[in-house]
């Protein structure tokens, strides 16, 4: 099993991107509640996460938020890859605390996808990794029971629980709150 939260980690050079945000880019920071990007406006940003936690959030019709995925330190956030293609976002991507993350402007990327053979290929990579990526989970909503999808959750990142709420955690696994809150009670 992977160590990382979000798989596609392992299968991308990590190192080129954080190197690229950190050399090109230039540290922000990201209050708690404040979005990296918004639905409906372009993600101006690819960024190398310094310190703290962020969540990929989408809305129902009626307002409720679903939570499509997580990110938290030494890790990638960006609206991939819709950012490069210069499309409105589909998702929020939230800041649940204070962040520290080294930015690096889209149109930057772009450039440097423009006049960097290796660099292009690296985007490729990356973006065929998180697609597998969320393939996956997909799958998984479908073929795994929400005990399972805990189960494996919690195996692979149990300190989750101090990173994210649990009304988070839960809207991620697709169930409610309180069937988070049972599943959790029976672990104990």
């Known amino acids: 099993m992977s160590d990382n939260f979000n798989k596609y980690i392992e299968q991308i050079d990590f190192n ?23 639905i409906g406006r372009v993600g101006r940003y690819i960024g190398y996460i310094v310190s703290g936690a962020l969540k990929y959030v989408a809305y129902s019709v009626d307002g409720t938020e679903h939570v499509m995925g997580l990110v938290f330190g030494d890790g990638l956030v960006a609206d991939w890859p819709f950012c490069l293609y210069e499309q409105p976002a589909k998702l929020a991507i939230i800041a649940v605390s204070d962040c520290e993350i080294y930015c690096i402007p889209t149109k930057e990327v772009n450039e440097i996808i423009d ?54 955690i839960a809207s991620f696994l697709n169930i409610t709150p309180t069937h988070l809150s049972r599943l959790r009670k029976n672990d104990n």
Request: aromatic share 14%; charged share 30%.
């Open 16 to 38: 080129a991107w954080r190197d690229v945000c950190v050399s090109k880019g230039t540290l922000r920071r990201f209050a708690k509640g404040e979005e990296f990007v918004s």
């Open 115 to 168: 006049t960097d053979p290796e660099f292009k290929d690296i985007v490729m990579h990356s973006t065929e990794a998180v697609y597998s990526t969320v393939y996956d989970r997909y799958i998984d909503l479908y073929c795994k029971s929400p005990h399972r999808r805990y189960d494996e959750l919690v195996t692979r990142h149990p300190a989750l629980f101090d990173l994210f709420s649990l009304k988070d």
